[in-house]
């Protein structure tokens, strides 16, 4: 059975900085894209950065570009998501997320997404 675990969640003022891991548990999902997805309260969950797990592009939500950093270290099955320059409306419940069609994943649709981490709050505060 394949597990995403969250971590790196918290509380932070605006401006500052957090780093979300996700842990792939029982083996690498080489043929995946693994990145993160968001949802605020009352909000649908939203798409922020993708990256294929054998490299190359990766891919952000426009409002979090210039921001947020998504790596990936497949030696330890980790992704990782750098988010700096945090604002309020950054604030939600993050989910790492492993599907195989980016285009589904970056429109939001459901069917784009195999596997959910259960989610880590951050909140962002002025």
């Known amino acids: 059975q394949v597990q995403l675990v969250e971590s790196g969640g918290g509380s932070v003022q605006a401006g500052g900085s957090l780093r979300l891991s996700c842990a792939v548990s029982?083996?690498?999902?080489?043929?995946?894209?693994m990145g993160w997805f968001r949802q605020a309260p009352a909000k649908e969950r939203e798409f922020v950065a993708a990256?294929?797990?054998?490299?190359?592009?990766?891919y952000y939500v426009d409002s979090v570009k210039g921001r947020f950093t998504l790596s990936r270290d497949n030696a330890e099955n980790t992704v990782y998501l750098q988010m700096n320059n945090l604002n309020p409306e950054d604030t939600a419940v993050y989910y790492c997320?492993?599907?195989?069609?980016?285009?589904?994943?970056?429109?939001?649709?459901?069917?784009?997404?195999?596997?959910w981490g259960e989610g880590t709050l951050v909140t962002v505060f002025s």
């Open positions: 029982g083996r690498t999902l080489s043929m995946y894209y």
């Open positions: 997320a492993a599907g195989r069609d980016i285009a589904s994943m970056m429109r939001n649709a459901p069917h784009g997404v195999a596997y």
């Open positions: 990256i294929k797990w054998r490299g190359g592009n990766i």
